[in-house]
C-alpha cells in the first residue's frame, strides 16, 4: 500500500521534473507528522549512497496523516516542495526564519499553478492551493493520486481529539495582533485534533496551549 503511494507521489514529482528543468530528482518520504513537525519538507542531502561517494539524493516529505486530506491537497503539498527545490537550485532566497515564505516564494509558486493566499505575518505566503485555472492540467496525476491514496495514516494520539469529560474542558488560544493579542476559549473537542482556527485581522492561527 505505502509502495503504491510513494510511486504515486514519484510518479507527480517527475511530471514537476519535466516540466520545470531546474526541480531536481528527489525520492518521496512518507513521514508521519510528529517526525516532520518543526523540519523542512524537502532536504537535498537527506539520503546517503552506502558504500560509494556518489551524490547524496534529496527527499521530499510527505505527511502519512494528511494523505486523508485527499489528492488535490497532496498534490498541492507536492508542487509547494517543488518550489522550495526549484529557489534552492536557483540560489534564491525563499524562506526567512526558516519559516516565512517571501515573495521569491510566491512568484515561483504563481508559475508553478498554485495560488497564494494572502500572506500571514508569521508565515508569509505559506498557504497554497492547486489554481482553478491550472488544475485541469494536473488532471492525470489527480487520477494517479487517487487511486493510489486508498488509506491514510491515524493521527498520533496526542494528536486525537479529547475523550470523555476531557473534551469540554476549555482551552485557551491567542492570536498574534499587535499591540492587543485576541484570545479565544472553546472546548478542547473543538480545537484538539482538529485545523488550525484563524484569527482573520492578522491572518494568524490561534495558539493553544499543547
Ligand atoms: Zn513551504
Ligand atoms: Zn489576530
Known sequence: M????????????????????????????????????????????????????????????????????????????????????????????DLVKGCYHNANFRDAALVMGLCCEKPSKKYGYLHTAICAETAPLWQQELHVLDLALTHFRRPDPEEAPPQGAAQDKKVSGVCECQPEPRTVSLPARFVRGRGPILCTDCNEPFDFPL
Not at 504515486?8 to 520545470?20: E, G, T, Y
Not at 546517503?48 to 516529505?61: A, C, K, N, R, Y
Open 2 to 93: 505505502t509502495t503504491r503511494i510513494c510511486e504515486a507521489l514519484s510518479c507527480v514529482w517527475k511530471r514537476i521534473m519535466a516540466a520545470h528543468a531546474d526541480v531536481p530528482q528527489a525520492t518521496p518520504f512518507l513521514a508521519t507528522r510528529k517526525t516532520i513537525s518543526g523540519r523542512k519538507h524537502f532536504d537535498p542531502e537527506w539520503w546517503l549512497p552506502t558504500g560509494s561517494d556518489q551524490q547524496p539524493v534529496p527527499e521530499f516529505i510527505v505527511s502519512a496523516e494528511d494523505l486523508g486530506a485527499g489528492p488535490e491537497e497532496t498534490l498541492n503539498t507536492i508542487v509547494h516542495t517543488a518550489v522550495h527545490f526549484q529557489c534552492q537550485t536557483r540560489n534564491k532566497i
